[in-house]
């Protein structure tokens, strides 16, 4: 079993529908979360990242994790086109220092 | 905004040929990373670095070597590129510093014929 696990979509949505993006996993001692932009053929972009539990918004972005449930997500409001992406967890546990643990991918495409 | 930048971006070579990939990162960051990315699949860490001097290679088996001569600097090598060392090499880094997370570089699209 896969240390995180999350749901490869496609996932395809209209312009301003506010989109969901989930990820599990399996290890509770992750603390550390993150969420990336990954556009075709670059590298991953840093959205946001988080620690332990709660949410954080940063515009239009809101990332929410529930450690008792092992469960992440990343909500974008007010999706646009340019959104259309893959976006990729990761986390880290607290006491190791050198290890990110990344889901494969969720891709969306927010259809104008 | 993260300063890592990656060359070259695409490569096309052919079976044999020994390439470098290039990394160089602008923040003074002590760790650095590669990653390898194959389409629709999950990063794996193939080598990583603490710091000047400081290699070790990662969870994925790799015929690549790195080497870390300048803080700044963390090129990886391919002695004899084959077809199946296609694809997309990602560089990373980190600070020491408390939780900061990792930061990408572009990427290189390697394609082995």
């Known amino acids: 079993q896969k240390e995180v696990e999350q749901d490869p979509g496609p996932l395809s949505v209209p312009e301003g529908a506010i989109v969901s993006l989930n990820c599990t996993y399996s290890n509770s001692a992750f603390q550390y979360f993150m969420w990336y932009r990954q556009y075709s053929r670059k590298g991953p972009e840093l959205l946001m990242y988080?620690?332990?539990?709660g949410n954080k918004e940063d515009g239009r972005f809101t990332a929410q994790v529930d450690k008792s449930s092992k469960y992440i997500s990343l909500f974008i409001r007010d999706s646009q086109p340019s959104d259309s992406a893959t976006y990729l967890c990761?986390?880290?546990?607290?006491?190791?220092?050198?290890?990110?643990?990344f889901g494969t991918g969720t891709s969306l495409t927010v259809i104008p | 905004e993260a300063d890592i930048y990656q060359t070259p971006r695409y490569l096309v070579i052919g079976t044999g040929k020994k390439i470098t990939l290039e990394c160089s990162q602008t923040?003074?960051?002590?760790?650095m990373y590669w990653y390898q990315q194959d389409p629709g699949m999950e990063l794996h860490l193939i080598h990583y670095?603490?710091?000047?001097?400081?290699?070790e290679k990662g969870d994925l088996s790799s015929e690549s070597t790195v080497s870390r001569i300048r803080t700044e600097h963390f090129p990886l090598t391919l002695e004899s590129a084959r077809p199946s060392h296609t694809s997309q090499y990602l560089c990373?880094?980190?600070?020491?510093?408390?939780?900061?997370?990792?930061?990408f570089g572009e990427g290189s699209w390697l394609t082995v014929v």
């Open positions: 670095s603490y710091g000047v001097n400081s290699t």
């Open positions: 923040m003074g960051h002590d760790k």
């Open positions: 990373a880094s980190r600070s020491e510093q408390g939780f900061i997370p990792i930061y």
């Open positions: 988080t620690y332990s539990s």
């Open positions: 990761a986390m880290r546990r607290t006491n190791t220092g050198n290890q990110f643990y």
